[in-house]
């Protein structure tokens, strides 16, 4: 009976003893879990997003975004770099933001790194444009200057083109770079300098472009044969009242030498006079008809002139539109195109025959015009919207049109 009793009481002290063992190594869990860091992370929507966690000697490693697990899978692609944990996420969107905690257990227990994500609530760290390069014309061997300001963070990489040729720095051609402002020079232009200047800026939050024409003008001094020519209808009508003047003097000689000769032939003489006044009035008008052409020759010529200078009008012309645009899904993409046309013409950019922006496209897709350019805005550039776009510029005195083709590119 005592051995039974003695064997129960070891039983119940060695199972105390157990307890107690578990209970502490609970205790020392619990006061090694560690929080290694925590960091603040603003994305924008449609970004590929990489986090690192650098938790050395981790195993049974775990993201989890406010409080749910995230599994390795496509969109959250796991990663280990050394001893940093790593998760890609494809493409951000606004359910991911909160906290994203990297959980690992190592020999000293477990490490968490915490994320605190927050979507950027515009794309204002895309490149865009405070103002575009105009178009412009020169003369021979002026020297031509195209600027503009384009904003962006991280700073943009900007690159000049000449009818879609990237422009190799020169003696003749120079380019500058003042805080945001950009500049490309032209040293003493010649005609073949004539054409279009596109300047592209990029950064990883998207991408704008503008395009600008120039014309170099090679100068004629005007013709002296127009002097010529002038001076020649003056002494041509003064021939002709000369010539005038000479058949009515010839005519009263005629008229006084056959009064003369006989008194008896007077109705002759009164012949001879009223032949010669008629040959007089006669000459009066063909200088008056002369006189008459002459100066509808000059009305025209004015009219025309008023006309070339544009007094009455113009129809529309594209100047300056790229012929081919690529850019990556989710980024923001900007096209402008320089125009004239007198009165200022109707703009409408259609693409597939249906006008932009489509239903699909409102809210992200927006056209800006002012004065003699026209923009196309498209933001979180999708798959779809990759296709042949086309301006079409319409007024009273014609109409002009233009494409451009917008490759998008996907991961």
Same mark, same amino acid.
Not at 157 to 180: A, C, L, Q, T, Y
Not at 198 to 224: F, M, R
Not at 315 to 338: Q, R
């Given at each position: 009976?005592?051995?039974?009793?003695?064997?129960?009481?070891?039983?119940?002290?060695?199972?105390?003893?157990?307890?107690?063992?578990?209970?502490?190594? !609970?205790?020392?869990?619990?006061?090694?879990?560690?929080?290694?860091?925590?960091?603040?992370?603003?994305?924008?929507?449609?970004?590929?997003?990489?986090?690192?966690?650098?938790?050395?000697?981790?195993?049974?490693?775990?993201?989890?975004?406010?409080?749910?697990?995230?599994?390795?899978?496509?969109?959250?692609?796991?990663?280990?770099?050394?001893?940093?944990?790593?998760?890609?996420? &494809?493409?951000?969107?606004?359910?991911?933001?909160?906290?994203?905690?990297?959980?690992?257990?190592?020999?000293?227990?477990?490490?968490?790194?915490?994320?605190?994500?927050?979507?950027?609530?515009?794309?204002?760290?895309?490149?865009?444009?405070?103002?575009?390069?105009?178009?412009?014309?020169?003369?021979?061997?002026?020297?031509?200057?195209?600027?503009? !300001?384009?904003?962006?963070?991280?700073?943009?990489?900007?690159?000049?083109? &000449?009818?879609?040729?990237?422009?190799?720095?020169?003696?003749?051609?120079?380019?500058?770079?003042?805080?945001?402002?950009?500049?490309?020079?032209?040293?003493?232009?010649?005609?073949?300098?004539?054409?279009?200047?596109?300047?592209?800026?990029?950064?990883?939050?998207?991408?704008?472009?503008?395009?600008?024409?120039?014309?170099?003008?090679?100068?004629?001094?005007?013709?002296?044969?127009?002097?010529?020519?002038?001076?020649?209808? !003056?002494?041509?009508?003064? @021939?002709?009242?000369?010539?005038?003047? =000479?058949?009515?003097?010839?005519?009263?000689?005629?008229?006084?030498?056959?009064?003369?000769?006989?008194?008896?032939?007077?109705?002759?003489?009164?012949?001879?006079?009223?032949?010669?006044?008629?040959?007089?009035?006669?000459? @009066?008008?063909?200088?008056?008809? =002369? =006189?008459?052409?002459?100066?509808?020759?000059?009305?025209?010529?004015?009219?025309?002139?008023?006309?070339?200078?544009?007094?009455?009008?113009?129809?529309?012309?594209? @100047?300056?539109?790229?012929?081919?645009?690529?850019?990556? #899904?989710?980024?923001?993409?900007?096209?402008?195109?320089?125009?004239?046309?007198?009165?200022?013409?109707?703009?409408?950019?259609?693409?597939?025959?249906?006008?932009?922006?489509? @239903?699909?496209?409102?809210?992200?897709?927006?056209?800006?015009?002012?004065?003699?350019?026209?923009?196309?805005?498209?933001?979180?550039?999708?798959?779809?919207?990759?296709?042949?776009?086309?301006?079409?510029?319409?007024?009273?005195?014609?109409?002009?049109? #233009?494409?451009?083709?917008?490759?998008?590119?996907?991961?």
């Amino acid at each position: 009976m005592k051995s039974v009793q003695k064997a129960t009481s070891k039983a119940v002290v060695h199972e105390e003893v157990t307890k107690t063992d578990k209970l502490s190594e !609970e205790i020392k869990i619990v006061h090694t879990e560690t929080k290694a860091s925590v960091s603040n992370v603003s994305f924008s929507e449609g970004q590929k997003v990489s986090l690192k966690a650098n938790i050395p000697g981790a195993s049974n490693v775990k993201w989890v975004l406010n409080g749910h697990e995230l599994k390795n899978s496509e969109d959250y692609r796991y990663g280990v770099s050394g001893s940093d944990q790593t998760i890609t996420i &494809k493409k951000v969107s606004g359910k991911d933001q909160g906290v994203l905690t990297c959980e690992a257990r190592t020999d000293q227990g477990i490490v968490r790194c915490q994320f605190d994500l927050t979507l950027a609530k515009d794309l204002s760290n895309a490149p865009s444009f405070i103002y575009q390069p105009k178009s412009q014309n020169a003369n021979e061997d002026q020297n031509v200057i195209f600027t503009c !300001e384009i904003t962006g963070d991280p700073t943009p990489e900007v690159e000049w083109f &000449k009818d879609n040729i990237p422009i190799s720095v020169s003696s003749h051609i120079r380019v500058s770079r003042s805080k945001h402002v950009y500049t490309l020079e032209i040293q003493q232009a010649t005609q073949r300098d004539s054409g279009k200047y596109t300047i592209k800026a990029k950064n990883y939050h998207g991408q704008c472009s503008a395009t600008a024409s120039l014309n170099v003008l090679h100068l004629i001094e005007e013709p002296s044969k127009q002097v010529i020519l002038k001076t020649a209808g !003056e002494a041509s009508l003064q @021939e002709s009242f000369a010539m005038q003047a =000479m058949h009515m003097s010839a005519s009263r000689q005629e008229a006084s030498f056959s009064s003369v000769s006989s008194s008896s032939s007077v109705s002759e003489a009164k012949f001879a006079s009223m032949s010669s006044m008629k040959e007089a009035s006669f000459m @009066e008008m063909h200088s008056s008809s =002369m =006189m008459e052409s002459s100066s509808l020759r000059h009305m025209e010529s004015s009219s025309s002139r008023m006309r070339s200078a544009g007094y009455k009008g113009s129809s529309p012309k594209i @100047e300056a539109l790229p012929s081919d645009v690529s850019i990556d #899904a989710g980024k923001v993409l900007t096209v402008a195109c320089a125009f004239s046309g007198e009165p200022t013409p109707d703009i409408a950019w259609s693409q597939g025959g249906q006008t932009v922006p489509t @239903e699909d496209q409102k809210g992200r897709v927006h056209i800006e015009t002012c004065e003699d350019l026209t923009t196309l805005i498209i933001t979180d550039v999708r798959k779809k919207d990759g296709g042949r776009y086309t301006l079409n510029l319409t007024n009273s005195f014609g109409s002009d049109s #233009a494409s451009v083709n917008i490759n998008v590119r996907t991961p």
